[in-house]
């Protein structure tokens, strides 16, 4: 059982940056694929960023839409994910969730049922 706790979300004007930290438990959390997440209001959940597990390169992926904005990275030894999120637009607005796997494939990384752990979920909202 892996447990999953955001936070960093909060308010931000346009063209602001946040830093999303997700903490997990267990001790071998550094080998699990994680994903970010983000859904707003009345929209279907959407794929943001995701690092592959250790053993499998730390490989990143990206929506095109944050490519050169967003920046997806993990501190192994902190059981930490974090998202560093620049230049914000109000289209960010969401809540956005960490979750994790194991044993996806790379082309499924941003199908949300390719991930077995979720966390509860931050705030992140854009101030045009």
């Known amino acids: 059982q892996v447990q999953l706790v955001e936070s960093g979300g909060g308010l931000v004007q346009d063209g602001g940056s946040l830093r999303l930290d997700c903490a997990a438990s267990?001790?071998?959390?550094?080998?699990?694929?994680v994903g970010w997440f983000r859904q707003a209001p009345g929209k279907e959940r959407e794929f943001v960023a995701h690092?592959?597990?250790?053993?499998?390169?730390?490989?990143?992926y990206y929506r095109d839409s944050v490519k050169g904005r967003f920046t997806i990275a993990r501190d192994n030894a902190k059981n930490t994910v974090y998202l560093q999120m620049n230049s914000l637009n109000s289209e960010d607005t969401a809540v956005y969730s960490c979750a994790a796997g194991t044993g996806m494939i790379v082309s499924s990384v941003g199908n949300p049922s390719q991930y077995t752990y979720w966390g509860q979920g931050t705030q992140v909202t854009v101030s045009s």
């Open positions: 690092i592959r597990g250790r053993g499998r390169g730390g490989t990143t």
């Open positions: 267990g001790r071998t959390f550094s080998n699990y694929d």
